[in-house]
């Protein structure tokens, strides 16, 4: 055997190795949640449960469990990958930008500009529409959503690990590839911003993008990269380490929030990381917002939002409010 055909050997023996720790991730999330389903409906008790920005709200007994372990019913997940508009209305993948009737700045009915938003775990759609608002009050934009349904922390969780290995599907990565895909062959500009497990479902959908312009398109590897020039990402406290080269990047780093520090670029310049790599010419902010509860740190709203300067200063480096 040659050393090319045992390192393809070694390949398919991690791969398959990875995927079926993976599957067996998923079987024991889900024998957990049986039994938890078991304790919940006897009564169950208080728990801390954590939500999006990590942020923790008292939830009683069985219905505080089911949300933890995704048990239960998960009204949520029907709007899994859907848009996200004005007064919660959803709007079914493929709809156009413009057919959209975005969220919109208190003090300004009628923006120039269009953001999209990807939420991260733990989120339901009444808590990315609040999202949506504050944005659109930070930017002066119209805000559309695409939506990361929540089906309980720990499956969220599990969802996370196959992003990460770009591994199954998931109905957000794929709205947004189609979405971002659509607007570049119509020759238009795109600005994206994430949170949390967002940035990593981003990362993942710009992947499939620039793959798509590779293979479908017949692009070389620099006009595929200049194709995707148009598009203008911020992520805050993603949990992405990669990044395709090509976009224009902002990623802002709370060096006192966990999930970036461990899972996304770090709490150091990537410069200094081989293992990360936040896309060719990118701008990373690492900035000091550290919480007693370092979960807190983690708050999109709360934190992210609060360090935020428009994204064209930002680019230029200068983060001074």
């Known amino acids: ?40 409906a006897a009564g169950g008790r208080q ?25 239960g019913n998960k009204p949520d997940s029907v709007h899994d990958g859907k848009l996200l508009g004005a007064g919660g209305q959803t709007y079914p993948p493929g709809t156009a930008l413009t057919d959209i009737a975005g969220v919109t700045p208190r003090n300004n009915p009628n923006p120039s500009t269009t953001v999209l938003y990807v939420n991260g775990i733990q989120t339901d759609k009444a808590g990315q529409s609040n999202s949506l608002q504050a944005i659109a009050d930070t930017t002066g934009a119209k805000v559309i959503g695409i939506h990361n349904a929540t089906e309980g922390f720990v499956s969220d969780l599990a969802q996370c690990v196959k992003d990460k290995l770009d591994k199954g599907t998931n109905p957000a990565v794929d709205t947004l590839a189609d979405t971002l895909y659509t607007e570049l062959k119509a020759g238009r500009s795109v600005h994206l911003m994430a949170h949390s497990q ?41 949990a992405a380490m990669h990044y395709p080269d090509g976009p224009q ?73």
């Open 1 to 40: 055997m040659n050393p090319i055909e045992r390192g393809r050997n070694l390949l398919n023996t991690v791969r398959t190795g990875t995927e079926k720790a993976v599957d067996k991730t998923q079987q024991a999330v889900g024998n957990v949640v049986d039994k938890t389903k078991d304790v919940a």
């Open 249 to 321: 990047y902002v990623h802002y780093v709370n060096r006192g929030d966990p999930v970036p520090g461990l899972f996304g670029l770090g709490p150091a310049s990537d410069k200094w990381n081989p293992l990360v790599d936040g896309g060719k010419g990118s701008v990373v902010h690492h900035f000091n917002d550290f919480k007693l509860n370092p979960i807190a740190a983690h708050g999109f709203e709360s934190i992210y939002l609060q360090h935020r300067v428009p994204f064209e200063q930002a680019r230029q480096g200068n983060f001074n409010k």
């Open 47 to 71: 728990l801390n449960q954590v939500v999006d920005g990590f942020e923790t709200k008292a939830a009683a007994g069985a219905r505080g469990i089911q949300s933890l372990f995704g048990g």
């Open 198 to 238: 967002g940035g990593l479902i981003s990362s993942r959908a710009l992947n499939d993008v620039y793959n798509r312009l590779r293979i479908e398109d017949g692009m070389s590897k620099e006009q595929a990269q200049q194709a995707m020039s148009k598009l203008n990402v911020e992520t805050f406290g993603a």
